[in-house]
């Protein structure tokens, strides 16, 4: 079950590409702006991603901490049941939303708004990028952007109930969408224009809601 989590998560993760090019595009315009093509441009772009999924990593890994913690606390397979549940209908709420069916996961990432309004100074302050490093740094502020796909999979962080599962939970899921961020820093206008088209974003989002679903039915036929 927990090796069929990764792989869920990391699909979801690769089939977000529509809602990654909206979310982040803007920002990865502005790290890449005056960046020109060559193996430096890809170091920069890799070293981004990189921070990025570290944070991603640092998330997952204090939920899953913090729910083991609190579990133990509780009567603790319930309680993983009740999270595992909201996990997948995060999931499928995210499908939805990716196909352009529902609007709804988009109240979840006002939540964390705040947070990002605090960061988002500290990220201007490194433009413009001019090295790995600094690269690495911004990525690390890029990862903490509210965005509904990253929720639906720190919640199954959360579900997990360990550390080290949540961590490597949000490291599949930041691996998945490390193609299609790569890809946009160079690519930028041709892959938005695909990933915007109404059918790629309607079979992508409805796969993704079918993982949530096909979760829940295992969760249910195992109990």
């Known amino acids: 079950m927990l090796e069929t989590n990764f792989w869920i998560i990391f699909l979801t993760g690769l089939l977000g590409g529509g809602h990654c090019m909206g979310m982040c595009g803007g920002i990865i315009t502005a790290l890449t702006l005056n960046l020109s093509a060559g193996q430096r441009r890809w170091l920069i772009l890799l070293s981004y991603n990189a921070g990025r999924i570290g944070s991603y990593v640092l998330v997952g890994a204090l939920l899953g901490g913090l729910a083991g913690a609190g579990l133990s606390l509780l ?12 996990a997948n209908l995060m999931l499928i709420a995210m499908g939805l939303y990716l196909a352009g069916l529902s609007s709804a996961i988009t109240i979840l990432e006002k939540l964390g708004r705040p947070v990002w ?16 490093r600094t690269a690495l740094l911004a990525g690390m502020l890029w990862g903490w952007l509210p965005c509904g796909l990253v929720y639906s999979a720190s ?8 550390a080290t599962q949540g961590g490597l939970l949000m490291l599949a899921f930041g691996l998945g969408t490390l193609p299609n961020l790569l890809l946009m820093g160079v690519f930028a206008d041709t892959l938005r224009q695909w990933l915007q088209q ?25 109990h």
């Open 75 to 86: 009567t603790a397979r319930p309680a993983q049941l009740v999270l595992l549940v909201l």
């Open 117 to 132: 309004a605090r960061l988002q100074p500290l990220l201007a302050r490194l433009l413009p990028i001019r090295s790995p």
């Open 155 to 162: 919640l199954s962080a959360l579900a997990s109930g360990k």
């Open 198 to 222: 109404k059918p790629v974003r309607l079979l992508a989002g409805l796969l993704v809601a079918g993982m949530g679903l096909t979760r829940l039915l295992l969760l249910t036929a195992g």
